[in-house]
């Protein structure tokens, strides 16, 4: 039975070489939009994020990071990638 129990410790959640690696894209996404390009750098976060879920639905237990169960990453990320995809079309329609 304790074995079926979810680890809840950082030892249990990931790569911490590929959560080093997402922190080095969101930074390089945060200067890309200082500089004036936000569109490119919405769509480096999207991109990322949605390919952060397929990763962790075709890797399953061995995927490089886990927060919680493998339908709730990939919900998550998913809906983060689509949301800001989303949302940077829409201003588009705005102007």
Known sequence: MASDHPFVSEAHEGNPLFEWGLLAVVAVAAVVAAVGYTRAATAVLAVTALVCGLLR?????????????????????FGLGIGLAVLDVSFEFMY
């Not at 927060?67 to 990939?74: E, G, L």
């Open 57 to 77: 639905l075709a890797l399953r237990r061995r995927s490089p990071f886990k927060v919680r169960s493998v339908a709730f990453d990939a919900f998550i990320s």
